[in-house]
């Protein structure tokens, strides 16, 4: 294990070894695993995070400060730093996690991640901490919108629409997919001013939903772009988006002030799926 590598790429070298040892233990390695380093770090990182917005982002107010908070320090944002990090060649783990593939566990190496924060702090205190931290997210936070950094697609696309005074969109479930225990739900989106008829899929309601969003948000963004003197509805004489797993988009001829993967006119014949029951 070339410890020394992992340092280099943290940008900190430990003054005591054991500390980093624990810190890379998971409790299914030993008894003297990285749990409770894990708690102290977490505290730290939350801490340093919110300090790193409150002085970069002055105009934002507590709530929008509070949801970029929660997006940085969430366990996907840390699994995308460890993996950087090429974190899981230096993990120690038992032999079933190791079996089980436990170094490529999300949980498992966002928390170590934490857990290597608190062994810093123990190490040299809060500030060597907090300079670690800080070249993490910094480059990050260079690449980012504020305004829409931990927003979901429904309310990015609602405010879009908004911006635009373009009435809201509608959610209608379609149809349902699979088994009663593992069902699938499919979501048409309509956004009628734009001639937008999308569908997502997802395991809820509410995940198809988002996915309808997102698929609606960018043939919206992309309808408005390519009409700078504003959308006008119209109807194209076949379009369909259609959603299954990834977006995938059908269209024929359409008017030329109207992008032909953007709009459709709801009256698009909608496929059939044997699978499929009436929701």
Do not use: W
């Not at 002055?58 to 400060?65: C, K, M, P, T």
């Not at 001829?253 to 109207?258: G, I, L, Q, R, W």
């Amino acid at each position: 294990m070339n410890l020394p590598l992992l340092q280099t790429r943290l940008g900190y070298t430990f003054q005591d070894a054991g500390l980093l040892q624990q810190a890379l233990t998971h409790r299914s390695h030993s008894s003297l695993h990285n749990e409770r380093l894990e708690f102290l770090g977490d505290s730290i990182l939350n801490c340093v995070v919110a300090s790193v917005l409150y002085e970069r982002f002055n105009a934002l107010d507590e709530g929008d400060l509070s949801r970029l908070r929660a997006n940085l320090v969430k366990q996907q944002s840390l699994y995308e730093i460890a993996q950087k990090l090429e974190l899981s060649q230096f993990l120690r783990l038992g032999e079933g996690e190791l079996k089980s593939g436990g170094f490529r566990r999300p949980s498992i190496l966002a928390d170590t991640l934490e857990a290597l924060l608190g062994a810093i702090f123990l190490d040299a205190g809060f500030n060597a901490a907090r300079d670690v931290i800080r070249a993490f997210y910094i480059p990050i936070l260079d690449t980012v919108d504020p305004r829409t950094l931990g927003k979901d697609a429904k309310t990015l696309l609602q405010e879009f629409l908004q911006s635009k005074k373009i009435s809201l969109p509608t959610y209608n479930v379609v149809a349902t997919h699979g088994a009663a225990h593992s069902q699938e739900f499919e979501i048409e989106c309509l956004v009628p001013k734009l001639g937008i008829q999308v569908y997502g899929r997802g395991g809820s309601r509410r995940a198809g939903e988002q996915a309808a969003a997102r698929l609606a948000l960018d043939a919206a963004e992309q309808a408005l772009a390519k009409a700078p003197g504003g959308a006008r509805k119209s109807k194209p004489r076949t379009a369909q988006l259609k959603l299954a797993g990834i977006a995938t988009i059908q269209s024929s001829e359409a008017p030329a002030d109207v992008p032909a993967n953007a709009a459709a006119d709801g009256k698009a014949p909608k496929q059939t799926h044997p699978e499929t029951k009436s929701a």
